[in-house]
């Protein structure tokens, strides 16, 4: 509907052909509608442009802004769901009562509307934002957002002439605040009374915000129609992307609501992409783990998997990998949900579910167009996983990805999903195992002398016991870090080859216990607690967080110590 608002204001005359070129090349770059762009830029004033929404959505306009709305007519809509729902009732006409918004989505929330009022029909019209929401002040009262948005240190001029309305300004400032902690999600949880706010900074989740309980309503909604969803459904998960541009930084966001009792939770993932790609030497990989992933990803077919927990760095070492590979004699595809950076060079794929457009058909189409390199997002279902390995039987090098707990454990997972344990054992080249920990803050990690017992944890035990002196490091906490003791993140790795034992392993159909065993016992694999003591002895992260994340823990190190003493 964006361009036909456009195509009315300038077959009308209100606007010229430049001026529409110019709000569409806004629109994309600040992420918002025509109308707003059109508005900003004083290409035609508020009340000529939403006239054109109007007549795109073939819904009648009303001007607000001349004379007042009756008493008796305000009084047909409780207070709380018009300041929530950003609406204002204006007349009665022939028993049907016509209600002012200033978006056309928002007309799904009059079957609410129509349920609170229990009796009577209930029809739309179109206003202009500003004059909306004047005019719902002056009936209701302003939003009590006001005061949170204020406490929040986002001021009502902090967007240029203070139009927005309380809820956009708080909006705006939790994006704001959530780029400036560094944080990697936003947690909107209601309950007992509260809204509250967390964000998850380097792992980990701090609160950040308790927002009183009728700000949830507003809050959400605004939320919704950010990432596009339906703001009057209340009982489903939902899912919605929302674009941002915050200070200059192009910001992705994906939205995911699920109902609770309490009300409706939402956890956003920010993605900023004017970050940089990591490439192969910033990964974290060890000497010989760097060279190894070299070797794997230079075959010229078979599939390599990454394989760990969401949010754990997967799609970020694919990405890198991708980069070593991009050269103009490479013809790289990929098929990715969502695409969260775009590189020259490689031919992205977006998976969109709702045209049947997923994982497995796109694979398919894949294969006729030739390429050489192949990465698939993830692989969910059987059909995925059996045209990936058919790919990599035919001469493509293939990179996908798996929820496993640990590397040898994607092996049977595809077994699991189906997959023949031959055609398992004569795809797969080599697994990677990922997860994510706290880096130590280089202003304040202090050394130290580990304990038999810290150096076993991880692994040392051996050099400790040999005398060779060990220096750790351990968070102190200091401004810098907010007093966490750390400051970013860098990824542990654990890596399988699959040698001969393996792979005769996994063509029987082995149990895990067994792959996982024989392959230590070759050496084809190497831990994520392995590399945890490097990057400890390194100084690069604790002792605790890479017990954290890899298993086990100091006391149990020593129980094994007194059981072996004894």
Not at 127 to 144: D, F, M, V
Not at 480 to 501: I, K, M, N, P, Q
Request: glycine share 10%; hydrophobic share 40%; charged share 25%.
């Amino acid at each position: 509907m964006s361009d036909d608002i456009g195509e009315i204001l300038l077959q009308s005359g209100a606007i010229d052909e430049d001026q529409l070129r110019r709000a569409r090349a806004r629109q994309r770059e600040a992420a918002e509608t025509i109308e707003e762009a059109l508005v900003a830029l004083g290409a035609s004033d508020e009340a000529t442009v939403y006239r054109a929404v109007a007549k795109a959505a073939g819904l009648p306009f009303v001007d607000l802004s001349k004379g007042r709305v009756g008493g008796a007519v305000t009084e047909r809509v409780p207070a709380e769901f018009a300041q929530e729902q950003g609406l204002m009732p204006v007349m009665e006409r022939a028993g049907k009562l016509i209600v002012a918004i200033d978006d056309p989505m928002k007309r799904i929330v009059l079957d609410q509307l129509q349920f609170l009022m229990g009796d009577g029909e209930v029809a739309c019209a179109i206003a202009a934002p500003s004059a909306l929401k004047r005019a719902i002040e002056a009936a209701y009262g302003a939003a009590a957002e006001d005061a949170v948005a204020m406490s929040m240190g986002v001021g009502s001029d902090d967007d240029g002439d203070g139009s927005d309305a309380p809820i956009v300004r708080l909006v705006t400032g939790m994006f704001r605040q959530a780029l400036e902690a560094r944080a990697s999600d936003i947690h909107i949880e209601p309950g007992h009374g509260r809204v509250r706010v967390r964000f998850r900074v380097d792992g980990m989740l701090r609160d950040v915000v308790e927002h009183p309980d009728h700000l949830g309503a507003p809050l959400m909604s605004r939320l919704k129609i950010m990432a596009r969803m339906d703001i009057a459904e209340k009982r489903k998960p939902q899912d919605g992307r929302i674009g941002l541009r915050i200070e200059g930084r192009d910001v992705d966001v994906r939205a995911s609501i699920l109902p609770s009792n309490h009300g409706e939770t939402m956890v956003m993932r920010l993605l900023d992409r004017g970050q940089s790609l990591i490439g192969l030497g910033q990964l974290g990989f060890g000497t010989e783990d760097q060279r190894w992933f070299r070797k794997m990803i230079a075959r010229p077919n078979g599939i390599v998997l990454v394989t760990g927990p969401t949010g754990s760095g997967k799609t970020t070492t694919l990405y890198a990998a991708l980069q070593e590979l991009n050269r103009p004699d490479v013809k790289i595809i990929t098929a990715e949900d969502p695409v969260e950076y775009h590189i020259g060079g490689i031919n992205q794929v977006q998976v969109e579910p709702r045209i049947g457009l997923n994982f497995s058909r796109i694979l398919k189409a894949m294969l006729r167009c030739a390429p050489n390199v192949i990465l698939v997002g993830e692989i969910r279902d059987l059909e995925t996983a059996e045209i990936a390995i058919q790919a990599a039987l035919t001469g493509h090098l293939v990179f996908s990805t798996l929820h496993t707990n640990d590397a040898p454990s994607a092996l049977t997972r595809l077994v699991d999903l189906g997959v023949k344990p031959f055609l398992v054992s004569a795809a797969v080249q080599g697994v990677v195992g990922q997860r994510l920990v706290r880096r130590l803050c280089p202003e304040c990690a202090e050394s130290y002398e580990p304990t038999e017992s810290e150096a076993r944890a991880v692994g040392l035990g051996g050099l400790y016991a040999s005398g060779e002196k060990l220096i750790f490091k351990r968070p102190r906490g200091c401004r810098a870090c907010e007093g966490s003791g750390y400051r970013g993140r860098v990824a542990l790795y654990e890596r399988l080859s699959l040698d001969a034992a393996v792979r005769d392993l996994t063509f029987r159909g082995a149990p895990l216990d067994d792959v996982r065993h024989a392959a230590e016992a070759s050496g084809s694999l190497s831990t994520l607690l392995v590399d945890g003591g490097r990057k400890v002895t390194e100084g690069v992260t604790s002792v605790t967080e890479v017990l954290r994340v890899a298993g086990g823990s100091v006391a149990a190190a020593d129980d094994d110590a007194s059981i072996m003493t004894a």
